[in-house]
């Protein structure tokens, strides 16, 4: 059963607009969250994150939005960048580390 | 500075065969976990370990079994490959102390193929 979810396989999005991907969770215990992105051949990489006390967290182009009450975070990136393409997996944790299956994001030139 | 290595690359067995999958990290973490990804189910854990000396059942540890030889490096062993083991196996690191211990940094993987 899968306790963080991620209903979007892909995304394409024009480059210099919005990317917005979301993910969707059921456990109420978790208390961090994160997203990972990940280029083929790659390992994952920490790309932000955010704690279960706040609703918002900014670094640079990417910004999280955690809606605790729908169980809902979504990532937002912008301007969106060719070098964005990659999939992105959102994470949570309570005791131990949670997955989505990810959302592959195509920013088109 | 490596960070996260992983050995081999790609291997392919036949069922029934074992190997052992090593990982090795120089960042001086105190955790490490295994991980599979699988199409359409993303990564899931298949065991860690908070400390040297300690690991801990993910939610997929059937059929493999872990070391935590030293500080440094954690191995993932099967025993009796089978075909659904077919996957994509990461290791990653994380140091401890909140919020650090969330931020995961994996290696490149391995890509084991069960015949």
């Known amino acids: 059963d899968q306790q963080v979810k991620q209903n979007s396989p892909s995304l394409s999005v024009q480059e210099g607009r919005i990317s917005i991907l979301n993910c969707d969770y059921t456990n109420s215990m978790f208390d961090y969250f994160l997203w990972y992105k990940k280029y083929p051949a790659e390992g994952p990489t920490f790309l932000i994150s955010?704690?279960?006390?706040?609703d918002k967290n900014e670094d640079g182009r990417f910004t999280v939005f955690l809606n605790k009450s729908a169980k809902h975070l979504s990532l937002h990136i912008v301007p969106s960048q060719p070098g964005d393409s990659a999939v992105y997996f959102c994470a949570a944790s309570a005791s131990q580390f949670y997955f989505g299956t990810g959302t592959s994001l195509t920013v088109i030139p | 500075n490596a960070g996260v290595t992983q050995t081999p690359k790609f291997q392919v067995l036949k069922t029934g065969q074992s190997m052992t999958l090593q990982c090795a990290q120089d960042?001086?973490?105190?955790?490490m976990y295994w991980y599979r990804q699988d199409p359409g189910m993303g990564l899931r854990l298949i065991y860690y370990?908070?400390?040297?000396?300690?690991?801990d059942k993910g939610e997929v540890p059937n059929g493999y079994n872990v070391s935590r030889l030293n500080k440094r490096e954690f191995s993932l062993r099967l025993e009796s490959a089978a075909p659904s083991q077919t996957s994509v196996y990461f290791c990653?690191?994380?140091?401890?102390?909140?919020?650090?211990?969330?931020?995961?940094?994996f290696g490149p993987g391995t890509r084991l193929t069960v015949t």
């Open positions: 955010i704690s279960s006390i706040k």
């Open positions: 990653a690191t994380s140091s401890s102390g909140r919020p650090k211990e969330y931020e995961q940094y």
């Open positions: 960042m001086n973490h105190n955790s």
């Open positions: 370990s908070a400390s040297e000396g300690t690991t």
